[in-house]
């Protein structure tokens, strides 16, 4: 048995909270051979919820959870963690965009950043999860200067996913069979999702389709408000399926992609003219624990534009916080 992982969850007696906790006391997120100790972090009217979980927690006789304990002070929940989920935010409801929440939210993730900081594993992976989450990444990120920029990113998965559930729908082929997809930008509806390079047993996706109205007008928009859809439907934001995209982007950054392309928010390099830091969605393959963008790749009119567009609505989401970094 490996040494157990310290994983520390906010938002933990939330909607994604509970759709994640019990999956990753599963093993589903770092596999069956890691045990794990949950760290859970909710506001103090929640710690009697905290509780609740905890006792379902225990009741599942989860052979991998070694420990578990809940708490309301961000430098006890986040103390040596390996991983750290950062879901607690208010989620926006019907009528609202994802920047909407910036003023709610943004104070939440300098604190939490401040006390990554001082109390996280050097080495921490953060995933943040509340929106508008690249934005709130970058925020933690800059509120932890001693830990490395490389380790704060944010949720574009559930995006990634989004789109390739959509283009196995239109080409009748299993999600299993496609490769090389990405999602560019922010996750709101200015992402890009470009399928220019996706293929499906080696066959460009695009040139299979070959309908550039429906990609244009179908595709994009789809998967880009998909989450008002879902709030539309539900009267809630996502939560399964985000708690699914959170296992998927930390099982892929720990554990490889095996030369495959993901999609994840992260703070840019200079690629492809992103300005550095920023925390913006690129195509990304990982691997012994580390995520490389993939580079150099061919970016067109079109894609220049969409690119600009979900730039351009990351930069207007910094300049409001610039208060707090
Ligand atoms: N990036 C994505 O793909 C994606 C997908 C779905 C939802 N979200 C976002 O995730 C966030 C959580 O969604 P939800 O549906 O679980 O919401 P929820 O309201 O069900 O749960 C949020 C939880 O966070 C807690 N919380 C609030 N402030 C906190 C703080 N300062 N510290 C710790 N905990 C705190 C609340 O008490 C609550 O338990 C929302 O911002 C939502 O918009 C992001
Ligand atoms: O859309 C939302 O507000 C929730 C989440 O970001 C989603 O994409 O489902």
């Not at 991998?64 to 304990?69: A, C, I, K, T």
């Not at 925020?139 to 990634?160: C, E, G, Q, V, W």
């Not at 003219?273 to 490389?292: A, D, H, L, S």
């Amino acid at each position: 048995m490996k040494k157990p992982v310290r994983i520390a969850v906010t938002g933990a007696t939330g909607q994604i909270g509970y759709a994640l906790l019990f999956r990753i006391a599963s093993g589903d997120m770092l596999g069956t051979d890691t045990p794990v100790i949950l760290q859970l972090l909710d506001l103090p009217q929640s710690q009697t919820a905290a509780q609740g979980v905890m006792m379902e927690l225990q009741d599942c006789a989860f052979p991998l959870l070694v420990d578990m304990f809940a708490t309301h002070d961000p430098e006890v929940a986040f103390k040596d963690a390996d991983i750290a989920i950062l879901v607690g935010a208010r989620p926006r409801s019907k009528g609202m965009e994802r920047s909407d929440l910036l003023q709610a939210n943004a104070e939440i993730f300098a604190t939490q950043g401040a006390a990554l900081n001082k109390v996280a594993s050097r080495n921490v992976k953060v995933v943040v999860v509340g929106n508008p989450a690249n934005t709130n990444a970058y925020i933690a990120m800059k509120s932890a200067p001693d830990l490395p920029a490389k380790n704060f990113t944010a949720l574009m998965r559930l995006d990634h996913n989004r789109a390739l559930s959509q283009l196995a729908e239109k080409t009748g082929k299993p999600v299993s069979k496609i490769s090389k997809l990405c999602v560019w930008g922010n996750h709101s509806p200015t992402m890009y999702a470009d399928y220019r390079f996706a293929t499906i047993d080696n066959e460009n996706i695009a040139e299979m389709i070959n309908d550039q109205s429906w990609y244009v007008n179908e595709f994009l928009p789809k998967v880009g408000k998909r989450g008002s859809a879902i709030i539309e439907a539900r009267g809630l934001s996502s939560a399964a399926s985000a708690a699914n995209a959170i296992i998927d982007q930390i099982h892929d950054w720990v554990i490889g992609t095996n030369g495959e392309w993901v999609t994840m928010g992260v703070p840019s390099d200079g690629s492809y003219g992103i300005p550095e830091e920023m925390v913006f969605g690129f195509p990304m393959t990982c691997e012994n624990g580390e995520y490389t963008i993939v580079k150099d790749l061919p970016i067109d009119e079109f894609s220049q534009q969409r690119i600009n567009q979900t730039l351009a609505e990351l930069e207007e989401e910094k300049a409001e916080v610039s208060n707090l970094i």
